[in-house]
């Protein structure tokens, strides 16, 4: 019985071994059928996607530059609440040595960053006044609404860079006979704040010309330093911007009541935008002069400035809806006076109806014009 067990495992057993070797055999078979096999190309993607610490690894560091006595940032320039997301904290760290990167080097990268994290970079950047003509390209993207600048040596050349403009038609691949447009810029500005001396009206009129679209413009105190130019900028931009919700100019030593009028003459001499307007169906190419325009109202804008109380009530009085003047030192005037005013003495009827008040008041006091004692509630 023994032997017979022993043959009959050993059968077994070599039947198993067999088994398991034809099943390897298939396997190596079929894994050389899959090499042979024309490999499926790969979807292509407009942007590859790359972690937050693949994206800081790529970012080449440069030799550290002297750091120069920055002055405290304008309001418009100071970098947003922190939002707790991890690229949100690269974004501070990057735009706090964003001096440190070599601009050629780091633009692929940068490239590859959504619009929210350039903006933070920016407004990090220039808080700290880093900025120059190289590294401004750095934060230009397409999807960037809301722009900060502060740097001693940026000028003309470096902000053109944001300026929206068109690259041209370049072929999307050999395939495709037909050209695609390509754009730079940012083709998205809503909000731009400058703090750079040496930038120019020009800058300003070309950006107009290019992001019609532009609903905020902040001037730091030192923006456009060369005497005439920031407040050319800012009429041009109160002028042919029909969006324009908030000039601020807060600090700048210019903005005062003769300046802000002429910044502001326009609301009041063209207060609405005319289109012509003609009836349903009709040919707008006839009667074209005895048509009514119908005009379209401005929104308002919000001027911020530091001028006195009596300074911001004649602009209000000026330009009435058209423009609300914000003015937080003629606020602290107003303030000042009410704390200065002393209340209205008190008349003989109210003295009297305080103390017949005080005297009921107390439980069990007996008035002399009463017949009946006062009894405090149960």
Known sequence: ?????????????????????????????????????PRPERPRTTQPTLSVRELLAALPRAPKRPRTTAAPAALGLRAPAPTGTLLDACSRVIGAHLDRYPPDAA?????????????T???????????????????????????????????????????????GAVAASAWDSAPVQQFSGCLRLRALALDV???TAAFVRRLIAAAPDLEELTLAPRALSTPGQAPR????????????????VRGCSWADGPTLGRVLASRAVAPA??????????????????????????????????VDDLTRRRLQARFRDGVKVVSALAEAERAKRAAQIPPPPASRLSRSLAA???????PG???PRMTQPLRSPR
């Open 356 to 362: 017949t008040a005080t005297s009921m008041a107390i």
């Open 197 to 199: 001396p040496h930038a």
């Open 233 to 248: 900028a800012a009429a041009d931009a109160v002028d042919a911007l029909d969006g324009l919700r908030l000039l601020d």
């Open 273 to 306: 935008v005319v289109l012509p307007c003609w009836g349903a169906g009709a040919d707008p190419f006839d009667d074209m002069d005895t048509d009514e325009p119908t005009p379209r109202a401005r929104p308002q804008l919000e001027v911020r400035c530091d």
């Open 1 to 37: 019985m023994g032997r017979k067990k022993g043959k009959q495992s050993q059968g077994a057993g070599s039947k198993r071994g067999r088994a398991a070797q034809d099943r390897m055999r298939a396997r190596d078979t079929r894994d050389d059928l899959k090499r042979l096999l």
């Open 365 to 367: 006091h007996m008035n």
């Open 107 to 119: 633009a692929p990268v940068f490239s590859l960053l959504p619009g929210r994290a350039l903006e």
């Open 121 to 167: 970079i920016a407004a990090v950047a220039s808080e700290r006044r880093l900025f120059d003509d190289a590294l401004i390209g750095l934060v230009v993207g397409s999807d960037v609404e809301r722009l900060a600048i502060a740097g001693e040596s940026v000028t003309d050349a470096g902000l053109n860079q944001i300026v929206p403009s068109s690259a």
